[in-house]
């Protein structure tokens, strides 16, 4: 939703909070519901006749209840079970919520079974600020539409559903309304319209998983301003685009604002390398009167009269992969749609599609409008104001939830950013589902995995943590060099350090300009590029003599600088680490240069590159050249990669990490994986050592040279066969990991 102005599926119940707790028997998994409502815009608001048949999959035994969720000036006529009328005793209507019991109890879990829901009734008025729920308004002189936006909870206000971010309706809805001739219904999917007199009945059919919140309709006297979109990644589809507008709204201004979408989506798919997720359906806009903004229906934008810009269209067509495809499953959460939109509107589509001028003034007023107080998190969703208009000083989940999408952007950098964001929005379990912020820092977790980062102080942070921040950068420059020290101050007091990156645009002698990027953590400087540890100052060689520098040029970080001081004393610590495998054991050597006296390194090692433990400590002595040299053996190497780094301790009570240096044990050696034929052309098996398989399941992760996910799941034991045949040819990392989190890797090269 826009308002003008302004796998491994790791999501847990512990933090849900959607509709509400479920005030009946929710033990049951929506697969797909039929919706037919007579109405007629002309007349009044009042549905006529309804009618709901709900098929689920039972997930307990015993089920002798079913609810849903109905408000309570909707008027339930009758309910029929297997073909039956079920007696008014055998359900209540109370407190918004539809009880009914089964004559007897569903004995076996995973039963499919239905219920059919008849009703009538003139759904509330919606009372707060933002657009929400069931809507009737005159749109011309005599002339009336009926709309609906169910964004956050407010679908159970014209039909009985599960109201919930927990449960998606997997197999899709039919909704067929009838109308008076001349009137044409927006909705989810695709279209089916037939005539009988003068009457009309317009059938939507979606079948692809669906948060009930998504399901709309609107009806008004359309027009359809049409047109196809050749998309589509490994074969060309003509994408139909149906934008129904008022006679008075199909105008050539809003006519040009659409054509927008032919370029925006061939745009989003190349950028995501991910196609348009409704392929097989639509894509398209109904326009419905001035409340104020839009609202991501899926495959199908709700447009207000008064929103149609460029900016605002690309806005929405985003939530058709964040939002829709994957959808947050806690309001509190919104960002994980609102903030993907946001950035999209503001970044993305400018970057992709304008000037670079207007792409950075774009960036620039992104960034400026992040408050000194916020958070990206929504601390009250009481109602639909509180999730969507919250006070900018409380809650920002559009524009903070954006430059924290900026930001990661900016650590990454391009390539594993979206790589990252590729493997989120495809990775199994999770596609068409519902998402968590878990789940989003598991994939960008695994572009930095290799550098050592860890991601999950950053997303403790930026979104919970209130405010951004500012820093005192003092510097040096020396002859193609230049030393750069940060000092954090959060604009509110009591949030802790931020880790965040850093971008610092230099200038000088010889050409020189580049943009270099640190990674603060906790206070020590780090390398994006490289994961190497500066301490507490960073030096960079250059091509020439720095003469200027701006801090975060391009406007990517929520940070800006208090002050810019050249010191020519700071101090100085580079620390060079390396490890490879010897004959049964792993060899360790390091060498810093430093101008702080050292006092010694502990030694520390890890399975998995984030969780380090100590394994030795030396005595840190100088060299004659005033470097510190050491080595150390390690007796007791992993059957897959080990993972090392060394900490300095400063005599004067700092410390500064080196960066994570890693050794493979899985090519050579008992008990190693083996990739059978290695290279492979059509398919390979994997040979898995017993004391790995022992502890299933097994889960299988293949990527190729540039971190891209090409296959993932879980495997069985023994020796199977991965087919491969339709790889581009080069090299792939085939890691497996068991429940104990012990990995195995192999390279294998494809034909």
């Known amino acids: 939703m826009k308002t003008v102005p302004t796998s491994i599926l790791l999501c847990t119940m512990s933090c849900f909070t959607g509709f509400a707790a479920f005030a009946y028997p929710s033990t049951y998994n929506v697969i797909y519901d039929r919706i037919s409502l007579t109405v007629n815009p002309a007349l009044s608001a009042a549905i006529t006749s309804g009618s709901v048949t709900t098929y689920f999959n039972t997930t307990a035994p015993a089920l002798a209840q079913i609810g849903f969720d109905l408000d309570q000036a909707m008027n339930v006529t009758s309910i029929v079970y297997h073909g039956s009328a079920l007696p008014a005793e055998d359900y209540s209507h109370a407190g918004n919520v539809l009880l009914i019991s089964f004559p007897a109890a569903i004995a076996v879990k995973g039963t499919r079974d239905s219920v059919t829901i008849n009703y009538h009734g003139t759904p509330v008025t919606p009372t707060t600020s933002i657009p929400s729920g069931y809507n009737r308004a005159q749109h011309s002189s005599g002339n009336y539409i009926i709309y609906t936006l169910s964004e956050s909870f407010t679908g159970h206000d014209w039909w009985p559903c599960k109201d919930s971010l927990v449960d998606k309706i997997d197999s899709g809805v039919d909704m067929i309304v009838t109308t008076p001739t001349g009137y044409m219904v927006g909705g989810n999917g695709v279209l089916i319209q037939t005539t009988s007199g003068s009457i009309q009945i317009s059938t939507w059919k979606t079948r692809v998983p669906i948060a009930t919140y998504l399901v709309n309709f609107s009806v008004a006297n359309y027009q359809d301003y049409a047109f196809t979109i050749n998309t589509g990644l490994t074969s060309r589809t003509a994408l139909p685009v ?222 919970n943590n209130k405010g951004r921040v500012t820093y005192a950068v003092n510097y040096d420059y020396v002859k193609n060099g230049i030393y750069l020290n940060l000092v954090q101050s959060p604009t509110v007091s009591g949030q802790g350090h931020f880790d965040m990156p850093v971008p610092i645009e230099i200038k000088g002698t010889g050409g020189l300009d580049t943009t270099v990027v640190l990674i603060d953590q906790g206070g020590t400087l780090y390398n994006s590029a490289t994961g190497a540890a500066f301490g507490s100052v960073a030096h960079f060689n250059l091509s020439g003599t720095p003469t200027s520098m701006t801090f975060d040029p391009n406007s990517v970080v929520l940070a800006t600088a208090s002050s810019m001081t050249q010191i020519s004393t700071l101090p100085l610590m580079d620390i060079q680490l390396k490890a490879m495998p010897g004959a049964g054991v792993n060899l360790l050597s390091w060498n810093v240069t430093t101008n702080l006296p050292l006092q010694s390194f502990v030694i520390e090692k890890s399975a998995d590159g984030t969780q380090f433990s100590s394994i030795g400590q030396q005595e840190a002595i100088a060299s004659a050249n005033g470097q510190y040299l050491g080595s150390f053996t390690d007796p007791d190497p992993g059957r897959g990669a080990d993972f090392y780094r060394i900490l300095a301790l400063e005599q004067g009570g700092g410390q500064t990490y080196s960066a994570i240096s890693e050794v493979n044990g899985t090519a050579a050696g008992p008990g190693a994986l083996t990739v059978l034929p290695n290279p492979a052309t059509g398919s390979f098996s994997l040979s898995i050592p017993a004391t790995f398989s022992d502890h299933l399941p097994l889960n299988l992760v293949i990527y190729d040279a540039s971190g891209q996910v090409v296959k993932m799941g879980q495997i069985p034991c023994g020796t199977p066969v991965i087919p491969c045949d339709e790889w581009a040819p080069g090299i792939y990392m085939v890691l497996l990991i068991n429940d104990r989190n012990q990995r195995a890797y192999q390279k294998m090269i494809k034909k």
């Open 242 to 463: 149906h934008n129904f507008l008022f006679p008075e709204g199909n105008t050539t201004t809003n006519q040009n604002a659409l054509n927008v979408i032919s370029s925006l989506i061939p745009a989003y798919v190349n950028l995501l390398n991910t196609d348009y997720p409704y392929l097989k359906e639509k894509y398209g806009t109904a326009e419905c009167t001035n409340f104020g903004g839009a609202l991501e229906v899926q495959t199908m934008t709700f447009v207000a009269s008064g929103a149609y810009t460029a900016s605002i269209l690309a806005h929405e067509l985003s939530h058709q992969w964040f939002g829709d495809k994957l959808t947050t499953n806690d309001w509190h959460m919104i960002w994980l749609n609102e903030g993907f939109a946001e950035y999209f509107q503001y970044v993305i589509y400018p970057q992709q599609l304008q000037s670079a001028s207007t792409a950075l003034a774009a960036r620039q007023s992104l960034k400026t409008s992040v408050t000194n107080t916020s958070t990206t998190v929504v601390s009250s969703i009481a109602n639909v104001d509180n999730i969507f208009i919250p006070s900018s000083s409380l809650n920002q989940p559009y524009e903070k939830g954006a430059m924290t999408l900026s930001m990661l952007r900016a650590w990454l950098g391009d390539t594993h950013f979206y790589t990252a964001l590729y493997n989120y929005v495809n990775a199994p379990g999770l596609a068409y589902n519902f998402t968590s912020v878990d789940s989003l820092k598991y994939y960008m977790q695994q572009q930095v995995q290799g550098l050592g980062f860890d991601l999950n102080n950053f997303f403790q942070e930026w979104v």
